[in-house]
């Protein structure tokens, strides 16, 4: 019979168990890190963008209200009241009120000499007319510097607003200290290495930076500049092995572009804490279903196991009982077909021995002769008769005889038919029985006929000098009764073992055993409704267990 | 007491006449019966004490003939001889009124107790009667 491979497919089962159940699993869980990492990431870059536009909205209003400012009062001024100092200093007083990064204000000819001044600096002979501002101011009306640092070494920008009174023209020119752009950014600097600063068309830095640079020098940045675009960009950079999230813009009223770079890391605890969880949560759930896996695989391949023994050794039972009764169908009718002409030899034998009463027989010279001839026909038909019999009564499907019998008695009166044979043997016969032990219903004469068959087998095994161990156990938890024959004889080897029970299988020399003991007592013990189970090492001897339920 | 009267009926020639041969050498007065109808035929004619009986013979089988016998003769004591252990035809030929049931190749002095045992129950119930 073809036994599986348990070990085979236990390992199937389990390896296509967790195939199916992890592929989800992790597919799950790397779906929901990306669906959740890309959220996350979304949420932080609209924050991000939301947080620049606010601030290029402030800086250009501000600037919008600083020009507004100039204008409306270039415009409310005539050419004597802007000139007067008095006038000037008194409206330069006014305008630190509303914005205290009015650093000075100047009123300025269209030669570049001051023709008023108000201000914390002694600037009243200084000459602009060859400054870039002032060029650009004479040619547009409006200008906003970049910042500079001009003639009094400190960063700035100036404001000037050209101002047309009939024939005469002059500018008003105010100055903004820079800070004001460094508190704008500042504010917004975030994480650890985040930075917010102002750089102008050319790269130029307008606000000190926290990290890599100060005012008015050059600013290296990790994205391609191109000319003005609308709105704002948003990209995750990496610089020096580090994401950082820039987002920059182009201010409106002014050819500078406000850039913030978050570093995102603070900002990522969260999702990288999510990240962890979720790694955590998986290699749990991974732990989980190999160990439930395992675990089930490990049961069900145990029973099937199980059943399939069980089955093994069913079909092995019921191959014997198919077996024993064809061959006992075959040894019926054998039987028969061999006594009819044996009872014929046995009286032929038998009419010449009564012819050979007669005296004028008796006076033939080979009278001894034929009469031992006679005699040994006889005998032989007898030993025949035994083979013919026995097979009838292993044919027999007789019904048993059931009455209360006591295996302890039993086993006791059967020794006793063999102890002599026994003792010329040397074998010594010891019994271990079970006390209390209860009846069992069964058929006395056929219980008798297998332990003597069992005991005369171990008795042959033996040969001479040994031990039999008769031992019987009372199992009450299958209310069963067991009678072991244990002897020290040459034992079976292991290829005979499975053919002991089978009829006319014998190890003894033709003639002396039929090899039908075991199996009838196999057919009888079936029955009986029990048992013969039978284990052997070869050298060291053989025990067989007969089993039969209790009463 | 006198010897028996005995009815061998068997199919088995050579088995058969042996076996009638012995008895008489015996001083019993036996007869041979080949078959079922041959037997109920002598029985017709002349009384017997005991019958062998075999069970499996050609035709009319042993246990038909043993119906037949103690319909006509209850008085006949029958003795079943088979070489098959048929319980069976056994258990039915003794539940039919049998006297012994005896298995081929049967031991002569066995054969000879049987009849004398049946001849002995012959004559008590010929008493009671």
Redesign the interface.
């Known amino acids: 019979m073809k036994t599986l491979d348990f070990k085979r497919l236990r390992l199937i089962i389990i390896l296509f168990t967790l195939g199916f159940s992890l592929l989800p699993l992790l597919v799950l869980g790397l779906t929901v890190k990306q669906r959740f990492s890309s959220a996350y990431q979304n949420a932080l870059q609209g924050s991000l963008r939301t947080l620049v536009d606010s601030k290029r909205n402030a800086i250009d209003l501000f600037l919008t209200e600083r020009l507004a400012q100039l204008s409306t009062l270039a415009g409310a001024l005539t050419y004597e009241e802007a000139t007067d100092p008095e006038n000037l200093g008194r409206l330069f007083s006014q305008l630190q009120t509303t914005s205290r990064y009015y650093i000075d204000l100047g009123v300025i000819g269209m030669d570049g000499a001051h023709l008023a001044y108000a201000g914390p600096y002694q600037l009243g002979e200084m000459n602009y007319k060859n400054e870039e501002w002032f060029a650009k101011v004479v040619a547009k009306g409006v200008h906003v510097s970049d910042v500079f640092m001009g003639f009094r070494q400190y960063p700035h920008i100036i404001i000037a607003v050209l101002r047309r009174e009939g024939n005469k023209s002059w500018i008003m020119r105010a100055t903004i200290d820079s800070d004001i752009f460094e508190s704008f950014v500042k504010r917004v600097q975030m994480g650890r290495k985040g930075d917010a600063f102002l750089v102008n068309e050319h790269l130029v830095l307008q606000t000190k930076p926290r990290f890599g640079g100060n005012i008015m020098e050059d600013m290296e940045l990790p994205f391609r500049t191109e000319a003005r675009f609308p709105g704002t960009r948003v990209q995750d950079l990496v610089v020096n092995h580090r994401h950082y999230l820039y987002a920059w813009t182009w201010l409106e009223n002014k050819d500078w572009m406000l850039v913030i770079r978050e570093d995102p890391e603070d900002e990522l605890r969260p999702l990288f804490e999510a990240e962890y969880l979720i790694w955590w949560l998986l290699a749990g759930g991974v732990a989980v279903i190999i160990a439930g896996t395992v675990l089930v695989t490990n049961t069900m391949v145990r029973r099937l196991e199980h059943a399939e023994r069980e089955k093994a050794s069913l079909d092995a039972n019921l191959t014997q009982s198919g077996k024993m009764a064809a061959l006992g169908k075959m040894a019926a009718g054998v039987a028969h077909e061999i006594n009819n002409p044996l009872a014929i030899i046995r009286e032929q034998a038998g009419w010449i021995k009564d012819l050979m009463e007669e005296p004028e027989v008796q006076a033939i010279p080979q009278y001894k002769e034929i009469a031992d001839s006679v005699h040994r026909i006889e005998h032989h038909v007898e030993r025949a008769k035994n083979v013919t019999h026995r097979m009838l009564g292993f044919a027999r499907r007789m019904e048993p005889v059931m009455q209360e019998v006591d295996v302890n008695k039993l086993l006791a009166e059967t020794v006793q038919f063999l102890k002599t044979e026994a003792l010329l043997r040397n074998i010594d016969i010891r019994m271990s029985l079970a006390d209390p032990m209860p009846a069992t219903h069964s058929d006395s004469n056929q219980l008798q006929q297998v332990f003597l068959n069992l005991i005369d087998n171990a008795i042959d095994a033996i040969g001479k000098n040994g031990e039999l161990t008769l031992t019987t156990r009372y199992d009450a938890s299958h209310n069963e009764i067991a009678a072991v024959f244990t002897d020290t004889g040459c034992g079976i080897p292991p290829d005979k073992l499975d053919k002991i029970f089978d009829p006319f299988f014998t190890t003894k020399k033709p003639g002396e055993g039929t090899g039908l003991g075991l199996s009838i007592s196999f057919g009888i013990i079936e029955k009986l409704g029990g048992h013969i189970n039978v284990t052997s090492t070869v050298g060291q001897g053989t025990t067989f267990t007969v089993i039969i339920p209790a009463s | 007491m006198e010897k028996a009267r005995i009815l061998v009926v068997d199919d ?1 020639k ?2 058969n006449e ?2 009638v ?2 008895l008489n ?1 015996r001083g019993y007065q036996a007869l041979t019966a080949l078959s079922g109808p041959e037997a109920l035929g002598i029985l017709i004619q002349r009384e017997f004490d005991v019958a062998l009986l075999d069970i ?1 013979m050609p035709g009319m089988d042993g246990i038909e003939v043993l119906r037949e016998m103690k319909k006509r003769h209850p008085s006949m004591e029958v003795i079943l001889l088979t ?3 048929s ?1 069976e035809s056994g258990v039915q030929g003794m539940s039919m009124g049998a006297n012994a049931y005896l ?6 002095e066995e054969l000879l107790a049987a009849i004398t045992q049946a001849h002995e129950r012959k004559l008590l119930g010929a008493v009671d009667a």
């Open positions: 088995e050579d088995f042996t076996v041969k012995r050498r499996m070489g098959h252990a319980v298995l081929k190749p049967v031991d002569f």
